[in-house]
């Protein structure tokens, strides 16, 4: 399963951090989310929850912020949202086009103590 190997690295990232911080409970965890990704939020949730036997995730609330996609024309430099994973450029028809953004899974933060 895609999200359970991608909450575990999230996890993982937790450990290490809160650890260095001394932190013992984690509240909440801020996750960022790209598009891209196609990572599922419900199902980020659910592997998250296969985590809560651990007493530093017992209490934390995993909340999902979503982030479009965007991509960058390589031709006209037009910056433009994504849709449908339709890569042509909306200015100049150009296929020629980068993903700017929305590829990203990240922590925007975390809180605990
Ligand atoms: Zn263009």
Do not use: W
């Amino acid at each position: 399963m895609h999200e359970l190997s991608l909450m575990m690295g999230i996890v993982d990232q937790l450990r290490k951090s809160a650890a260095e911080n001394n932190i013992k409970k984690i509240s909440k965890v801020m996750l960022v989310v790209g598009e891209m990704t196609m990572a599922v939020p419900d199902a980020l949730q659910l592997a998250f929850e296969a985590f809560k036997e651990e007493e530093l995730f017992q209490n934390a609330v995993l909340e999902i912020r979503k982030e479009p996609v965007r991509g960058e024309c390589k031709d006209c430099h037009h910056n433009f949202g994504v849709e449908d994973f339709a890569f042509v450029c909306p200015n100049c028809s150009s296929p020629n086009v980068r993903i700017a953004s929305g590829r990203e899974l990240y922590i925007d933060y975390y809180e605990g103590d």
